[in-house]
DNA sequence: TATGGAGGTTCCAGCAACTGGAAGGTCAAG
DNA sequence: CTTGACCTTCCAGTTGCTGGAACCTCCATA
């Protein structure tokens, strides 16, 4: 099928498969002598796997490396779940770090009057000098 | 003083700091006539209050409206108060989507004999037909 | 058969926020 | 006078697309 069709079963835009095509993640199963990409049913599903691979936050690159174990009969499930575990970690680290983040904002902005005065603890706060890391204030 | 010493003041790299002098962001107060740029106490300020804002995630965009508001004593702390809160609710979007996929993952993973045998049920969710979202999996 | 519109193709640019590197000018110390 | 640590500019790359321009191709209809 044409790249609009993929687009369609897959659920992704075909700029974005164009794009898989380009960088060598997933190629057309064929060109077709005008020059259109063909997709077939295994390259459909892969640009499917790689959606949801991508919709729970994997890199590009982990979704080479998860697809060419999806294709591997010889994979060991252990592979695919340490590539898992390390981006479970990192999620976990970006959590951290927006939680962190949040907590600061949330003790700032509760002691900002939020009016039409210029008195404010949030900026003070950017402006205070010191701090070396960016989790901010100490209330 | 020079941008080597203001990098050591403010706790940024040079190439920042000259970053943040080419996008307009924070300019330096003078330049030598050997070209060299020049940050006095109040530039050094501005490039502290910065790596404040940018460390609680504010976009630069973001760093540039709270720096004018900063310099502004006419300013009201609503509008501060206004960008941190729109700022924080796009953290909580972030976080909310970050541990939707920590929720799959774990899910998934849980699942996973994680041995040298091919069985893998993160494959199988990723390579599973239907589902429109990027939530994943009903387990 | 002409034509219009909906496909397809390529390439180029841009987003955010830097970071690295190359090629070269400047300055103070020894 | 040389060495080395600074400084300068410009260009490219990062991640994962997305938009647009310029052009080609296919199919249906008048």
Redo the contacts between chains.
């Keep these: 099928m044409n790249i609009g069709d993929a687009a369609k079963q897959a659920?992704i835009p075909t700029k974005t498969i164009r794009y898989y095509d380009e960088i060598g993640l997933i190629e057309p199963s064929a060109r077709g002598e005008n020059g259109y990409r063909d997709y077939d049913g295994n390259a459909v599903?892969s640009l499917?796997?790689v959606?949801?691979?991508?919709?729970?936050?994997f890199s590009v690159e982990d979704c080479r490396a998860?697809l060419s174990?999806?294709r591997?009969?010889?994979?060991?499930?252990?592979d695919?779940?340490?590539l898992?575990?390390r981006?479970?970690r990192h999620?976990?680290e970006?959590?951290a770090e927006?939680?962190s983040?949040?907590r600061?904002?949330?003790i700032?902005?509760a002691r900002?009057?939020?009016?039409?005065?210029?008195?404010?603890p949030?900026?003070d706060?950017?402006?205070?000098?010191g701090?070396?890391?960016?989790?901010?204030s100490r209330p």
């Design positions: 659920g599903e499917r796997f959606r949801h691979a991508r919709g729970l936050g998860l174990l999806y591997d009969r010889n994979r060991a499930s252990g695919v779940k340490a898992a575990d981006h479970l999620i976990d970006k959590i927006l939680e983040m949040k600061t904002l949330e700032l902005m900002c009057h939020g009016d039409d005065r210029p008195d404010c949030i900026l706060n950017l402006a205070a000098e701090r070396d890391d960016q989790s901010g």
